[in-house]
């Protein structure tokens, strides 16, 4: 049974709970509302511990595909909260025979970016 971009996002949430941060919104919730674009791009979910917020990005076969993914991830990797300045860390969630992909995409950002992204192998 090949899991559903649901049940990808689920994993990427269950991942945000091991990490301490309370989930603000996500995509195919029931009681929370979906994520707002950030920039022109779609997120999955927003977390939040404390002061510091976290976006969540689940990728699938079709992002890799589309050649603007690159300039998505770094719009997203660079975002700061609006009042205290702070980075946002983005995970993104990315099935393992794709992990590669993701390293050459990320080999390509600038240092500053780069260690603002977690990457979670969702099965």
Do not use: C
């Not at 992990?99 to 990457?119: G, V």
């Amino acid at each position: 049974m090949k899991p559903t971009h649901q049940d990808r996002i689920d994993s990427l949430i269950s991942h945000f709970w091991r990490n301490g941060y309370l989930t603000v919104s996500r995509k195919f919730g029931t009681y929370l509302p979906p994520p707002r674009p950030i920039g022109n791009y779609e997120i999955d979910a927003v977390g939040k511990y404390k002061k510091a917020y976290v976006f969540g990005l689940v990728l699938t076969e079709n992002d890799f595909n589309n050649p603007r993914i690159k300039n998505k991830i770094e719009y997203l990797a660079s975002q700061n909260t609006k009042y205290s300045n702070r980075r946002v860390k983005l995970y993104i969630g990315v099935p393992k025979p794709f992990f590669e992909n993701l390293n050459n995409i990320l080999s390509e950002l600038p240092k500053e970016n780069r260690d603002n992204i977690k990457i979670i192998i969702i099965n």
